[in-house]
């Protein structure tokens, strides 16, 4: 019993710095705060990049025609026909397919990665019989990009895995253009680029006006909302807002995170394709939670305290353990049994107290995760309602991605965020905050954009 308890504290030792008090919390929101105040400053050359949209507002239920929209935007591409329908049978109809993108296309050259996105849209205009219909287009790319106009795009940098060559520094819709020009087979109008997180806003603000933050955490996690024009630009328009993508994934890619990153989360970013950017991002997101695990794991093992101190060749692999299995483990209606037989799944023979341990792990890195999000969304709250100079503010924030969905205890604790923001935290009291997981977010979002952008020409 004693060792028992030995081995309990070394453990609690090895996780104690996944747990954030609440001062750190507070600190985080802060420096969410300063990147968001410094990323409009100086636009596109901060951690945080603070990048305009070009969206003017959100939908107001006039919006109709069809429309297709793309969206491209971690692990495949998914091309959907849109129809907007107003009056009294206000509804909107979709149509999608969907397209895995191989490794090879990934990593090759633009061209490549082009070529195939619109063999892509051949395939889904032949399926639905559509290929001379010349269609208005909106193309969600969930990548960080300097835009000029709604439909102008620079690639800044690849994030998520993606890596093809010639493509950062280049404008992402004229490629696009481009490869369909060569493929010259059918005709596109594409009116609007798109990041994932303005296409969720909009689908959402389409339910509810009240929707004005567009938020993902999926492969990797990003944030929008409709700031004051006058904060981006001068401006003497006769408009007042305009969406900015906050890309604030980057925070701390200046080393404003560095306190609370653990040696663990310091592993992951080194051997991540893209060491030293997106820190933020990575202690939340689908494409890393599953490798921090994996690294806490290993540590204890090599230090005897787990597997019976046996480090296997699975241990040992990067990406074996998916973020997928986090959600299982954690899952409170799973039992310990079951923990195990998914642990033996993935070759690691476990005991009933190695379960124990490893839930506990998934659980803290999880709860870490949602808490930090929260940090940050309470900074972009407070924003809106300094900006809008209330005491109070209600808003909704559209939510899309496969971790506020599926992982358990990160959407426990997203839940329970609004305390989190509010009260228990005191991190944005005055604000009042709704989530509204999103429908089809960025596809229908992609094309309410169109839709919008059109209604200007
Ligand atoms: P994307 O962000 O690429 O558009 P998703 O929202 O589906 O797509 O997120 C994919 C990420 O979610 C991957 O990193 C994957 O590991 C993770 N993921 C997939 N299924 C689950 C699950 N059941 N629980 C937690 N994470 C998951």
């Given at each position: ?244 993508n906050t890309e604030w994934g980057g925070l701390g890619d200046d080393g404003s995170l560095d306190d609370i990153m653990t040696p663990f989360d310091i592993e992951v970013n ?22 921090i695990v994996r690294q806490v794991l290993l540590d204890l093992t090599r230090a005897g305290l787990l597997f019976r101190g046996r480090v296997t060749e699975t241990l040992k ?141």
């Amino acid at each position: 019993a004693q060792r028992l308890a030995a081995r309990r504290r070394q453990v609690d030792e090895t996780l104690s710095p996944f747990r954030l008090s609440q001062e750190q919390l507070t600190l985080v929101k802060n420096r969410m705060s300063a990147g968001l105040e410094a990323g409009l400053r100086c636009k596109g050359t901060s951690s945080v990049k603070m990048l305009p949209s070009f969206v003017y507002r959100t939908p107001d239920g006039k919006e109709q025609g069809k429309y297709l929209a793309l969206d491209l935007g971690g692990t495949n591409l998914r091309a959907l026909l849109v129809t907007f329908k107003t009056g009294l049978q206000q509804n909107t109809r979709m149509h999608h397919k969907i397209y895995t993108i191989p490794l090879e296309i990934m990593q090759g050259t633009g061209e490549e990665l082009f070529d195939y996105i619109a063999y892509c849209i051949s395939d889904f205009l032949d399926y639905m019989g559509m290929k001379k219909a010349h269609l208005p287009a909106g193309f969600t790319f969930s990548f960080p990009c300097e835009q000029t106009a709604i439909d102008t795009g620079k690639l800044v940098s690849w994030t998520k895995g993606f890596k093809a060559t010639d493509c950062e520094g280049h404008d992402v819709v004229e490629m696009l253009r481009e490869a369909i020009k060569r493929r010259n087979e059918f005709d596109l109008d594409i009116i609007a680029m798109v990041n994932d997180t303005v296409g969720t806003m909009m689908s959402c603000a389409y339910e509810d006006p009240q929707c004005e933050i567009g938020m993902i955490v999926g492969t990797g996690t990003n944030v929008c909302y409709m700031e004051d024009l006058k904060n981006i630009e001068k401006t003497k328009q006769n408009i007042s807002k305009m969406c900015v993508n906050t890309e604030w994934g980057g925070l701390g890619d200046d080393g404003s995170l560095d306190d609370i990153m653990t040696p663990f989360d310091i592993e992951v970013n080194q051997n991540s394709i893209n060491p030293g950017k997106q820190r933020f991002e990575k202690l939340i997101s689908g494409m890393y939670l599953g490798e921090i695990v994996r690294q806490v794991l290993l540590d204890l093992t090599r230090a005897g305290l787990l597997f019976r101190g046996r480090v296997t060749e699975t241990l040992k692999t990067p990406g074996m353990f998916q973020t997928k299995y986090l959600s299982q483990i954690e899952s409170d209606r799973i039992a310990l049994l079951q923990v195990r037989s998914i642990l033996q799944q993935l070759g690691l023979n476990s005991t009933c107290n190695d379960s124990i341990i490893v839930r506990e792990v998934c659980a803290m890195v999880s709860r870490r995760a949602a808490q930090l999000c929260g940090a940050g969304m309470a900074a972009v709250v407070d924003k809106i309602r300094e900006n809008r100079g209330l005491n109070h503010l209600n808003i909704t924030v559209g939510v899309d991605g496969a971790l506020y969905k599926l992982l358990l205890r990160f959407t426990i604790y997203f839940s329970s965020l609004n305390d989190l923001i509010q009260s228990n935290l005191a991190l944005a009291p005055q604000c009042d905050v709704t989530f509204l997981p999103s429908d089809e977010g960025s596809g229908k979002g992609a094309a309410l954009i169109t839709a919008v952008a059109r209604q200007k020409h």
